[in-house]
């Protein structure tokens, strides 16, 4: 029987290109997305795109509330930053964290493999380019593992043992990008800005448009998406 | 300053002491909730008058999407068990058993606490009576811990070292009744029915309610609930 797969799948490249390696080892695909009151909801419909592009057998969207607990630029009204350089951006932990929030995401994927019961959860963290996020570091990672094994029914029983793969988390941008189009992912499918233009363009100058720019650029790749005019 | 604490509240019994609990430690107590999908909304009224009546700070009742998980009595449409035996009731894993959601509610409340600048986190968790939970042990409270501190920017920076309190773990559901009581928890104001009769009374013998009557008969207390006839 083929293998399941828990796939959390945001709509940026890196959870596009997560799910094309999870697809490529063999597993059957189950994408799980959040509505959780990112300004940035445009990322919702490229998480539609790319799960049903890449043959997910399901796609998942939960609601959640992160907005009444606030404390990011990406759910209370703290402004985006603009224009930082690498190395801005490489430093210390950005107002774009979110509090919990990938714990919070692990959380209802474990729930969704023990249901399922699928073994596998793939999350596409990555610690290089954007090296402030405390939920994206390999250790953060293991413990979780540590801990899902301990929590679940399935875990206690000795029918499974949950592994959380984190295919990404030691590539470059430029690495992760030439991996997603090797293996076909269609990269105009995803989106990655946090505060589009009201016409529906990335505005270029957030951290995350900034770091897909310069991914594109040493990957030697055209980005096929549209970005406001500088 | 006084320390604050996220305290997790369902409206039930064990919720309610230990919400009384941490009040009488000191802490600011700011109440945490779910609309998770369970059966038993009626919970959550309980919730709200007891945060009221214990005094929190807030009380912040979050919506999760957990029936489109399922898996469990209280999410799907699986039969809540009645009658049960105590024996039978602390053996095995039962099908109230919610996958992960006490890691769901867990990491919304971490979420909050470092939104707040919280430490504290207080969990109703306890495992004698009801036995089989995996995700009420103290093991898996501490693996929770572990990772909590390595998921987020406060535990990080080391402002904060996150702490999960669950004072109940240990303790029998008499036990939990009389130190209630000692604290002045009126169990008027709680719930723990899985499945109440159509005129807002509690069943009286799914394990909640057998595990409650039992607890009152054990404290020699009476239990305030109304409860269907026989």
Known sequence: ??????????????????????????????????????????????????????????????????????GSALTADIPVPKGRSADEIGQGIPVTYVPARNTIFLAHALGWAEVLGAQDLFFGANVLDAGGYPDCRRKYVDAFETMANLATKAGVEGKSRFKIHTPLIRMTKAEIIKRGHA?????????????????????????????????FAEAGLTDPLPYAPP
Not at 16 to 42: N, P, V
Not at 61 to 66: F, Q, R
């Open 183 to 215: 293996l076909g992912v269609d990269f105009g499918l995803t989106w990655s800005c946090y505060e589009p233009t009201a016409d529906g363009r990335a505005c270029g100058l957030c951290d995350s448009c900034l770091l897909r720019k310069k991914g």
């Open 1 to 70: 029987m083929t293998k399941k797969a828990v796939v959390l799948v945001s709509g940026g490249l890196d959870s596009a290109t997560t799910l094309a390696i999870a697809k490529s080892e063999g597993y059957a695909c189950y994408a799980l997305s959040f509505a959780y009151g990112q300004r940035h909801s445009r990322e919702l419909e490229s998480a539609k795109k790319v799960a049903a592009a890449l043959g997910a057998l399901e796609h998942l969207i939960l609601t959640l509330d992160l907005r009444l607990i606030g």
